[in-house]
């Protein structure tokens, strides 16, 4: 257990939990004199829901801190115990990885990580409060009222922030199930003029697995060969486990109805409001009340692991950058899943707990999860946090995307050879054509086709890239088109010191709104709740008219 | 050069400058009232409320009277624009109304751009863009069934029925959107078939709607009917028969060119121009060059043509070459006029004629016979040529068209990504760019070089 004396750092990170981990290891990674303060160092990195990783729109967040050089696909790797690939029936777009975990395993890896990373240093202690003057971060007030000194301070509290735990009709104050919560925090905010909230979020029952009979539940298997999250594992090693699947019935059901009088959530003693994405067994069975049974995995499910570990990167990378003098590092919309979860979370009003979905996204068919390298390693490499090894790998990868393109995509194959092969599967070629062409028809596969034209062994994955591209090329271009009107909105810039308040053909609400949030373009404007399209028009307008006296921005960066 | 602002108060007349006996001049603006403040004695208008009316003089900054003066008062934002505005009705008299705008540009106001006041409009929420269209339609509405048509855009029946196709749409991408969010959860969103029959429907109601444009258009700029022969046949004269069948309400403007005397009709609740190429000659051996490009150019830019053939002297060597012109390009769009029936007692009976299949009609300008029927023919004709459905709503606006054919390409994508079965995800790309089309077409999201292409087009005063 690492204690110090030591009370100043560059940068302090307050809760051990998925965001804090991230954010001081990547602070500490960029070379800042880095604290984690957490009120437990053997709870690190600790599951408090469904000791799972990743899923649907989820896993894509995964791979994309992973690319860019965070470490929550590394310890799931080493972690999980049942990998499974979500929606291999339908297209890749939609495709997630995701992994159950260990997880005692899984919080002694982050612990490892955290332990052994130059410089953090982890403090075991509760803060409560912070220290500001001159609208500057002093210093984190500790419990026994010690300051440790800071540049720049990010709170990663999460759920133990004046967490309240409710059993059945129990209330209790507590972080976790047997854990303090983080007290003093929230005032210290709110004596800074920020205002507090309460969200709500259910966790699954723990039910031993010996009390579990095998002989009436579906068994679930793993994947053959797991998918691993992060592109520096080649292989998963850990053995894996079964999970498995059962159905309630009408008998669950009118048991079940026999409690809601003591369930918290109808009776209104919960005053948050809760995932509307994430309904509790009262909440299917009173919604969906014509359905005679409903799905029970043991175990399946999501948290907020991802998001909380994708806001913890950026801020920890940003808080970095921000020390260093240099530009602050922005994911857009169109990049990367990461930029869609940020962008929603500043501009759009929150009355529950944000979950990420692929619909969130509005260019899902770029964003997929096996081309987050592709997309982001390069950011990754260039602030130094992927290491050699990994960034080989991935210049590997690009060299044989870029040999299949060019050396197998233009090679003809024959007749004979095609009828022969694909008998009843496809129709017939009375002459040759391109491999690139074949591509095209939805019952071929490009690993099929290379089969017939090369001995050359070439990765799934790069294949599947270079396939994907030109089998939905046609979709890829109209996407890209709406990505280029998109990125033209969001490159019209709005002035640092532009008065919403005299626009008098605006909304009042709009102009509220923008007066808060203080948008950079016009595209993020537009993402505004409470701002429509109106109020946007009278904006866009009043920009064309007053080009002459555009001031631009510090930064003058465009999001991509 | 000083930049135009969106503020400035903004002054243009209205009505047109010359003729009619009451003009009417709009002022719009922060500025509007107090400006006209100090010209108008009438009343201290500061302190009065809108939706009233005032009457005064309106002096010049030397006090001497221009005018007489009626005054309308309205408040922000009920009004045209939305803003404060001043209506001034004076007399009819250009010199008073110079005297009149110079005062307010002397103000500070400048003169409004065309399309100005609706585009000012539509900006403060007072409108969409297709009812700023359809009034600038009904403005220049040039048949009864455009102007009924242009009122009820003006009232919002095209926005409605494109709000209730995009929200149609919207709902098919959510339960796409579902459908793929949920995928896990073991719940039955909906089914691919469900989602083409949904599409088709919106598709069909599209259709529909797009068809109605060909005719829309043509009646939205008036029909133009070429009468063409060689001379002496009695161009003229079927051209005043045509014309005093039926109670021009367009006075004829002497457009008088070189070659071409037009007249304005109205036959049927549709405008129609016609035009009489007293000038244009075709001869075998000497054409002109410049007039044959003039004869051309007016061929191609007819709706209808009609060839006019004196049937009691029989078909000429020049008849048969505009025969021979018209039935190699023209076809579709022509009429025969055997004039005067009442000298011949034969019928043409010359073969060729009928052998073209050009519709071939007996008339005599003189006494009136058959003139009823050759206006029905033409009227007939462009309705067939532009597959005129009896739809409730016509589109009259190439920049609508455009767009709704866009979304219907987009729907069509959709459809085929669905009989290909393609995943949700590839369905979606498809119905966000429909949806966002048809959020163009209202203007919701507007730059300012679309809005400014758009108002443009409109004249000055709207």
């Not at chain 1, 260019?363 to 997929?368: M, Y």
């Amino acid at each position: 257990m690492k204690q110090t004396n030591k009370n100043k750092f560059d940068i302090v990170v307050v809760g051990g939990g998925h965001a804090g981990i991230e954010a001081a290891i990547v602070a500490a990674n960029m070379g800042m004199d880095t604290a984690l303060v957490t009120m437990e160092i053997n709870k690190i990195g600790l599951m408090s829901c469904n000791p799972a990783i990743g899923g649907l729109a989820k896993g894509q967040l995964v791979r994309e801190i992973d690319a860019l050089g965070g470490i929550m696909g590394k310890i799931s790797d080493a972690a999980g115990i049942h990998f499974k690939m979500l929606n291999t029936s339908k297209g890749p777009a939609v495709q997630s990885p995701r992994a159950q975990a260990d997880r005692a395993y899984y919080s002694k890896v982050a612990k490892n990580f955290t332990l052994n990373t130059r410089n953090l240093t982890v403090i075991e202690d509760a803060a409560i409060g912070v220290k500001t003057g001159k609208n500057k971060i002093i210093g984190v007030i500790l419990k026994d009222g010690s300051l440790i000194s800071t540049r720049a301070a990010i709170l990663t509290n999460g759920t133990f922030l004046n967490g309240l735990i409710h059993v059945g009709d129990k209330k209790i104050s507590a972080g976790r199930a047997g854990e303090m919560p983080a007290t003093g925090i929230t005032e210290s905010l709110q004596a800074l003029g920020f205002t507090a909230g309460r969200l709500k979020t259910g966790t699954p029952p723990r039910i031993h697995r010996d009390s579990i009979d095998y002989t009436k539940v579906e068994v679930q298997a793993p994947d053959k060969i797991p998918v691993p999250f992060s592109f520096s594992t080649d292989k998963i090693n850990r053995q894996q486990i079964n999970c498995y699947i059962t159905y309630t019935n009408t008998k669950t059901h009118d048991i079940l109805r026999t409690g809601f009088d003591r369930s918290p959530m109808f009776t209104g003693t919960i005053k948050g409001v809760g995932p509307r994405y994430c309904p509790s067994i009262e909440d299917k069975i009173n919604r969906f009340s014509d359905k005679n049974r409903h799905q029970l995995f043991l175990e399946n499910g999501t948290s907020g692991y991802e998001e909380a570990a994708a806001q913890g990167f950026m801020a920890g990378l940003n808080a970095a950058l921000k020390l260093k003098g240099q530009e602050p590092f922005m994911l857009g919309r169109s990049e990367a899943y990461i930029g869609v979860l940020i962008d929603d979370l500043i501009n759009k009003t929150h009355d529950e707990p944000y979950r990420m979905f692929t619909s969130r996204a509005e260019f899902r068919l770029l964003l997929r999860h096996d081309n987050a390298d592709l997309r982001l390693m390069e950011y990754g490499r260039n602030f130094g946090l992927v290491d050699d090894q990994t960034y080989g790998k991935y210049l590997a990868r690009r060299k044989e995307i870029d040999t299949i393109q060019k050396n197998e995509m233009s090679k003809k194959i024959g007749p004979k050879i095609f009828n022969s092969h694909f008998k009843n599967k496809s129709s017939n070629l009375t002459q040759a054509v391109k491999v690139k062409d074949l591509i095209k028809r939805p019952e071929i596969s490009l690993r099929q086709l290379l089969e017939l034209v090369t001995d050359k062994e070439y990765s799934n994955s790069s294949i599947g890239e270079v396939e994907f591209n030109i089998k939905y090329s046609g979709y890829i271009e109209r996407q890209s088109a709406q990505i280029e009107k998109f990125r033209n909105i969001e490159s019209k810039l709005i002035p640092a010191d532009i008065d919403y308040t005299s626009m008098q053909a605006m909304s009042v609400e709009a102009r509220e709104k923008l007066t808060r949030i203080k948008p950079v373009n016009i595209g993020q404007a537009s993402r505004i709740s409470g701002v429509s399209p109106a109020d946007l028009s009278v904006l866009v307008i009043y920009l064309e008219k007053h080009k002459h006296g555009n001031v631009p921005r510090e930064t003058g960066y465009i999001p991509a | 050069m000083k930049v135009k602002d969106y503020n400035d108060t903004i002054i243009a007349s209205i009505t047109a400058i010359v003729g009619g006996s009451v003009s009417l001049i709009r002022i719009s603006g922060d500025n509007a009232i107090s400006i006209t403040d100090k010209y108008f004695t009438g009343t201290d208008l500061t302190k009065q409320t809108g939706g009233r009316f005032f009457h005064g003089n309106f002096i010049n900054h030397h006090g001497k009277i221009i005018d007489d003066v009626i005054l309308l008062l309205y408040n922000s934002p009920n009004s045209y624009t939305g803003e404060d505005v001043v209506e001034i009705s004076c007399h009819g008299n250009p010199f008073v109304v110079e005297e009149l705008i110079q005062q307010y540009l002397s103000a500070g106001c400048r003169m409004a751009d065309p399309g100005e006041f609706s585009k000012r409009a539509f900006l403060n929420g007072k409108m969409d863009l297709l009812q700023a269209e359809a009034v600038a339609d009904l403005i220049s509405a040039k048949s009864k069934r455009i102007t009924e048509n242009s009122i009820a855009l003006v009232g919002g029946r095209l926005s409605e029925l494109i709000l209730k196709l995009k929200e149609e749409l919207i709902k098919i991408a959510s339960l796409l959107t579902l459908d793929l969010d949920f995928s896990e959860e073991d719940l039955d969103i909906i089914q691919a078939d469900q989602i083409a029959d949904s599409i088709n429907k919106a598709r069909n109601t599209l259709e529909a709607l797009i068809g109605t444009y060909n005719f829309g258009r043509l009646l939205n700029k008036g029909i133009e009917v070429l009468i063409c022969g060689k001379p002496n046949v009695g161009k003229s004269s079927i051209l005043n028969a045509l014309i005093n069948q039926d109670r021009a309400i367009v006075s004829s403007t002497p457009g008088t060119t070189r070659d071409t005397i037009h007249e304005d009709v109205v036959i049927e609740n549709i405008s129609i121009r016609f035009i009489d190429t007293a000038g244009i000659r075709i001869t075998t051996d000497h054409i002109e060059a410049e007039g044959v490009l003039r004869s051309e150019a007016a061929f191609n830019k007819a709706d209808i043509i009609l060839l006019i053939i004196d049937i009691s002297e029989g078909i000429t060597e020049e008849d048969q070459n505009l025969i021979n012109k018209i039935n190699a390009s023209y076809k579709n769009r022509s009429i025969i006029i055997g004039n005067k029936k009442d000298k011949s007692i034969e019928l043409l009976t010359k073969k060729e004629i009928y052998q073209t299949g050009i519709p071939v009609l007996e008339v005599s300008a003189k006494t009136g016979n058959g003139i009823i029927e050759l206006q029905k023919s033409i009227i007939n004709m462009v309705k067939v040529n532009t597959n005129e459905l009896n739809e409730d709503i016509l589109i009259t606006n190439k920049r609508q068209y455009e767009i709704l054919k866009k979304t219907l390409e987009s729907l069509d994508h959709a459809l085929d990504s669905i009989k290909n079965n393609f995943g949700y995800e590839f369905i979606s790309v498809d119905m966000k760019t429909a949806i966002d089309l048809l959020s163009e077409i209202t203007g919701e999201i507007s730059t300012d070089d679309i809005l400014n292409n758009i108002f443009s087009n409109f004249c000055i005063g709207k």
